[in-house]
């Protein structure tokens, strides 16, 4: 999958699960960035990444992520 | 081997000096493998007390090698419930008295966090993070590093791999100095603030345990200053042996992750656990709050219900930490108050972003009155909850509750809140205001540096004199 793609539907994703339609997805963008993503929000948002792109995603490949850059670079590999 | 002994220092010059005798990697894997041996060695009285440590130690390989061969989840939950089961049992939890004993006394030492370290390779196997095989010699090497073994940090196998025998860190002046400044600041904190602490908590703690006649003010005022004291002691005598623990790991080739970081800095109950323990609350966010949330998520997927299945979670999650803690009731409550804690965290976040909106919300954690006051709270909250660990039977415990009763927990509460919000922000309008310009530039001096040294170590020598011996590790009994 192009990485264009991934941040287009990873972004499509993000909207969805933080209720934000104008939410705009950089590689730098960390939890920090966005209202409402925090640990319980980060779960729910793997979870919508896995159903989106057909992934999964290990304990530690979840608990480690340090941005989006990180989670797109990710979905890349995987998808 | 007590950290402050003779002996464990010349252990360590020994291990030190042996392992820069050669730079094979080999040779170094050796050392470091015999180095382990020797320091389990220095506990025992006699050969039969390690058997069960040993055979803990096979189990948990075999359920390793046998995921390499066959990584279905059912093959992990039999292993993970064969490694639980072991341990349950080699811990004697009063809980399972019924499942009766070894009958010799053995080793129990260490096997807490080998627990942690043969958990996370097995997941990990699974999962396909961990795809290297680990050979029974490197197995012992990881869930046995002398320098982890009493009480972590909790390393992951793939961070230890990258560092077993080869040297990774580049040791020059500098760092040996860093590394040796580290160790002297470690025994600073253990022997020096952990010990006072801990010589008056010994001295006022037993004026709440028996039953006389305190007012109901002095009592507060007892109980607050005895929490406090004992948070004192904890944590300086635990990030000290850390301190003490990641300096001989840099003079050994490897970067041993951090366990604390400033935790009484901590705005909330949340983040306050992302800065105590950091090792261990990690591995619980990584291998049950995480997989746990995403069961519950996914069966029940309502974006209304997270913060409840949060809540679960948290309260799940605690409750097993505090269980790993110690074997009796009372670390129940420990878990539970624990989990009540972040639970009531989360759901003020949540609730404050419905009322204020979320950039309004983020504007008020920033004022200085509530920085502070949350600061406070925090820190009087883990204070209070901390009397689990030094009341840790139960007859005990409800006693003093039912002392204090409802009012005096509130009071006591409120009394360390206070006195820390307060303290706190003093102490942060000193440091950002009060700047001696003179300090800055002397302090990276070489004599200014080495002074301060051995300024550390003339301290720890008087100190240690006059309080005639120092604490013992006080996380090795969990």
Redesign the interface.
């Known amino acids: 999958m192009q990485k264009a793609e991934v941040y287009s539907k990873l972004t499509t994703v993000f909207q969805d699960v933080f209720d934000e339609d104008d939410l705009a997805l950089t590689p730098q963008t960390t939890a920090d960035d966005v209202d409402g993503w925090d640990s319980l929000s980060h779960i729910r948002l793997v979870l919508a990444v896995s159903k989106a792109f057909g992934v999964k995603f290990s304990a530690s490949e979840i608990g480690n992520l340090k941005n989006v850059g990180e989670f797109a670079d990710l979905i890349e590999k995987k998808a | 081997m007590s950290l402050t002994s003779p002996l464990f220092f010349a252990f360590l010059a020994a291990v030190v000096t042996a392992f820069h005798i050669s730079e094979s990697v080999i040779y170094r894997r050796f050392v470091l493998g015999a180095a382990n041996a020797i320091f389990i060695a220095s506990y025992l009285n006699d050969v039969t007390q390690v058997l069960p440590l040993l055979a803990f130690l096979a189990l948990g390989y075999l359920c390793v090698s046998a995921l390499y061969l066959r990584q279905s989840a059912l093959a992990l939950a039999l292993g993970v419930v064969a490694i639980l089961c072991c341990y349950v049992f080699l811990k004697r939890f009063s809980f399972f008295e019924g499942l009766g004993q070894l009958p010799f006394p053995y080793l129990t030492i260490g096997l807490s966090y080998i627990l942690f370290r043969i958990l996370h390779i097995m ?2 196997v699974r ?3 961990l795809t290297e095989r680990i050979g029974p010699l490197a197995f012992f090497r990881f869930t046995c590093n002398f320098l982890c073994f009493v009480s972590g940090p909790i390393q ?1 196998y793939q961070d230890f791999s990258a560092m077993d025998g080869k040297a990774a860190v580049q040791l020059d002046a500098a760092a040996v100095y860093a590394a040796f400044s580290r160790i002297a600041t470690g025994y600073v904190k253990f022997v020096i603030i952990a010990a006072t602490a801990n010589y008056a908590f010994t001295f006022l703690s037993p004026q709440l345990l028996q039953p006389a006649g305190l007012s109901f003010l002095k009592l507060c005022a007892v109980y607050a200053t005895v929490a406090s004291l004992y948070t004192v002691y904890l944590y300086f005598n635990f990030s000290g042996y850390m301190d003490i623990v990641i300096g001989i790991g840099t003079l050994l080739g490897q970067t041993l992750p951090e366990n604390f970081d400033k935790p009484f800095s901590a705005r909330s109950f ?1 983040e306050f656990w992302q800065r105590w323990h950091m090792t261990l609350s ?1 591995w619980f ?3 049950l ?3 746990l ?2 069961f519950l ?2 069966w029940l ?1 309502s ?1 209304a219900l ?2 409840y ?2 809540v679960l979670a948290f309260f799940i999650t605690f409750g097993v930490m505090g269980v790993w803690h110690g074997t009796t009731a009372v670390f129940v409550i420990y878990g539970l108050l624990m989990g009540a804690g972040a639970s009531i965290n ?1 759901l003020w ?1 949540v609730a404050c ?1 419905e009322r204020f909106g ?2 309004r919300y ?1 504007a008020l954690t920033e004022s200085t009155a509530y920085i502070y006051s949350a600061r406070g709270l925090t820190v009087a909250y883990f204070v209070l909850a901390l009397t689990c660990l030094w009341v840790p039977e139960l007859p005990q415990f409800t006693a003093l509750v039912a002392r204090l009763g409802f009012a005096g927990v509130v009071g006591a509460f409120a009394v360390v809140a206070v006195v820390f919000g307060i303290a706190a922000l003093i102490l942060d309008f000193v440091q950002t205001r009060l700047r001696i310009p003179t300090l800055a530039a002397i302090q990276g001096g070489e004599i200014t540096r080495n002074l301060n040294l051995a300024g550390k170590m003339m301290a720890i020598v008087a100190v240690a004199t006059l309080l005639h011996k120092a604490p013992d590790f006080v996380y090795k009994a969990f």
């Open positions: 997941v990990d999962s396909g993070d992951r949340l990690q966010k990584f291998y709050f995480n997989p949330l995403m998520m996914t997927p974006p997270t913060s299945l949060g989360k976040q972003t979320k950039k983020r």
